[in-house]
């Protein structure tokens, strides 16, 4: 074999890792009981996947299968057959193939390099706190056990999967080829919920039987808890293959500013219909968190791109007439939730200790942040829901910076709103010096990234796999996309190549 532009030592890397898991799997289906006749089959699948199309081992397909994965295959919702001691879901399988292989890369490919992404502090700071947190509060450690070993390993990939997409996305076509991948999965999601919202049908609650090694879980809302979750002023709040309305209303909203980039771009019909797509999709959530996200994100883009968003204005009508006859009553039904009979405010104070954020937070601040207002109680020892052996010990606060107020303190919280106000700065500051279309796209990244972080205060956003997950990979791009000198179009595509 010889290398073309220098991916050779990679590939191979990728290839033996990709191996090793695979027996890995078979070995433990073997010994642990696991159904081996369909381990089996499907690891001398991807065996023969990545022997025969090189063209797999790409880090640009590897990353964009990984993005398929979290948008079509409902995370908590489908597993594969495997006796673990947790659920190895597809997401978590092809993110640990993709962490060893480029761990592995590290070290014997000089051509592949850790790059610095720019939030190195506040995350070393954010990190240290939470390190600080476990260690001044043991007995929480010991409580939250399981749920606590799995919070960290969640965390963990979310930080690798940044520096991961920040290393190798080195060209600018292959950052937008990731985003095409990952606004045109959110528009057929979109579509999805759309005639979730109409006919009551989840089609992802239905993939076991087209992929049959998908094991099928708990399907949301199934067991009759959080009617809220459910529907709202009347109309169903679609879900699709998220894990809650909320989340998915968040994560198609934070794909809007980046499908309008596409389509500013690339000047196809495609990514306006996706754009027009991601829009309703929001709204077909009736999602007070969505709507407030997309607000943010607008009024982002607004604030950077000032002269090309002022031609779009007259889109305004027909956008609400599309969404009036897509999704019939939502509109109404979220003016309804922002201004309920007797004030948003008023209803919230209401509600009881777990089940509003105001109701909670006066609570959760007198007996979890007094005492330990430095570092908190401990990083992700808070248990809302309880697990096997280990009982819930605080209420649901459906608010994110809250939960990290608590658990990491005033050091913890302060490291993490300057990790996303240096991920938005950067990005803001390319967008304001560059008036190309790249110019536009660190527009578009700002925006997804404010959006997303505001929307934290609405909901516990790392509750939700799903749209964390994405919001990571845009914060991974949006570094590889903003760093100077890193985005060239003229380095070359990388592959495996016989040897004549």
């Excluded at 209803?347 to 330990?372: H, I, M, W, Y």
């Excluded at 996303?420 to 279309?437: G, L, T």
Aim: charged share 15%; glycine share 8%; with cysteine.
């Amino acid at each position: 074999m010889r290398a073309i532009a220098g991916e050779g030592q990679r590939g191979a890397a990728i290839a033996a890792g990709v191996v090793a898991v695979c027996f890995i799997a078979i070995a433990t289906s073997a010994v642990l009981g696991s159904v081996a006749s369909k381990v089996v089959p499907a690891a001398v699948v991807v065996i023969a996947l990545t022997f025969v199309n090189r063209s797999f081992l790409r880090w640009r397909s590897l990353l964009a299968a990984l993005i398929v994965v979290i948008f079509f295959i409902p995370i908590g919702r489908y597993s594969l057959p495997a006796s673990l001691p947790i659920q190895l879901e597809p997401y978590r399988l092809l993110a640990a193939l993709i962490i060893v292989g480029w761990l592995t890369s590290l070290l014997i490919d000089p051509r592949v390099r850790l790059r610095a992404t720019g939030y190195e502090a506040p995350l070393g700071l954010f990190l240290f706190a939470c390190i600080a947190s476990l260690v001044l509060n043991p007995e929480r450690i010991t409580a939250a056990g399981s749920v606590l070993d799995k919070s960290l390993m969640f965390f963990a990939s979310f930080l690798f999967v940044v520096y991961v997409v920040g290393s190798v996305a080195r060209r600018s076509a292959d950052i937008d080829r990731l985003l095409k991948v990952a606004v045109a999965c959110g528009a057929v999601v979109a579509i999805s919920a759309v005639v979730e919202s109409r006919t009551h049908y989840n089609v992802f609650n239905h993939l076991s039987k087209v992929i049959p090694i998908l094991r099928l879980g708990q399907i949301p809302f199934a067991n009759g808890h959080d009617p809220t979750g459910m529907s709202r002023g009347g109309d169903v709040r679609a879900y699709a293959s998220a894990e809650h309305p909320i989340a998915l209303g968040a994560v198609l909203a934070m794909l809007v500013p980046l499908a309008f980039y596409l389509a500013r771009r690339y000047k196809q019909r495609l990514w306006w219909a996706a754009t027009a797509c991601l829009m309703v999709g929001v709204f077909a959530t009736v999602s007070r968190t969505g709507f407030v996200m997309l607000i943010v994100a607008m009024l982002v883009l607004v604030a950077l791109r000032p002269r090309q968003m002022k031609r779009f204005w007259p889109a305004l009508l027909p956008a609400i007439v599309l969404i009036h006859f897509a999704v019939p009553g939502t509109l109404g039904s979220v003016v309804q939730a922002f201004f309920p009979k007797g004030g948003l405010i008023a209803q919230e104070k209401k509600n009881a200790v777990g089940s509003g954020r105001l109701a909670t937070l006066g609570p959760a601040l007198r007996t979890e942040f007094d005492p330990n207002p430095i570092f908190g109680e401990g990083f992700d020892t808070r248990v809302t829901v309880p697990a096997p052996g280990v009982p819930a010990n605080a209420p649901i606060l459906d608010d994110q910076w809250a939960n990290v107020l608590l658990e990491t303190g005033v050091v913890g919280t302060f490291a993490l709103g300057w990790f996303f106000v240096r991920a938005f700065r950067m990005a803001a500051r390319r967008a304001r010096e560059d008036d190309s279309d790249e110019g536009i796209r660190a527009a578009a990244f700002a925006a997804s990234i404010a959006a997303f972080a505001f929307g934290m205060l609405t909901y516990d956003a790392f509750s939700f796999t799903q749209v964390t997950f994405a919001a990571f990979i845009l914060m991974g791009l949006s570094a590889a996309a903003v760093r100077p000198g890193t985005v060239r179009a003229d380095v070359p595509a990388v592959a495996y190549v016989p040897a004549s």
